[in-house]
Each structure stands twice: as C-alpha cells, then as structure tokens.
C-alpha cells in the first residue's frame, strides 16, 4: 500500500470510530447500532392496524380449518352435551 492509501484508511477509522464515539455519548450503548438503522424501527401509519388484520385472518384460517376437519367430533360433543341436559330433567321413577 501506498502511504497516501494508509492515510486516507486511518482518516476514515477515526471518522468512524469518532461516529460510533459519538453516537454512544448520545443514544446510550447499543452494540448494533451502526449496523441496524433505527429509523428502520419506526412504525408506520396503518401498521398495527395490517398486522391486526392479519393475525386475525390466521386465527380465522385455522378455525375453519379445525371445522372442516373435525366436523363430526364436533357435533357428536354437541349432542352428547344438549343429551345430557335433556336426560337431566327427565323424572326418574322411585321404588
């Protein structure tokens, strides 16, 4: 390497390493910071509201999903339930 090449890698180390000086002194210690960008962070407008939407989507997807598969076992729990409740109203015959 040339000197002026050696010069000119060493000016922009300590500019970095001013940076990261820097940034440390204003943000707080954050190991990652100079590779992750913050604003990289920011929530957008309408966001929550599509991440919402689609969590929903997914809990409804697996639901019908369940109720396709499970349709039969489902219904049969059903009418057990409604034959247990009518079978407990019905007057037994004492000795």
Avoid: C, W
């Avoid at 039969?72 to 409740?85: A, D, E, H, N, P």
């Amino acid at each position: 390497m040339k000197a002026k090449e050696k010069t000119g890698v060493k000016i922009q180390l300590l500019e970095f390493l001013l940076d990261l000086k820097l940034r440390t002194a204003l943000l707080g210690f954050r190991p990652l910071s100079f590779i992750l960008n913050p604003s990289s962070f920011v929530r957008r407008p309408g966001q929550t509201t599509v991440e919402y939407l689609l969590m929903l989507a997914v809990v409804a997807g697996m639901a019908s999903i369940m109720g396709v598969l499970f349709h039969r076992r489902i219904l049969g729990g059903i009418f057990t339930l409604v034959g247990m409740i009518i079978g407990a109203g019905t007057p037994t015959t004492g000795p």
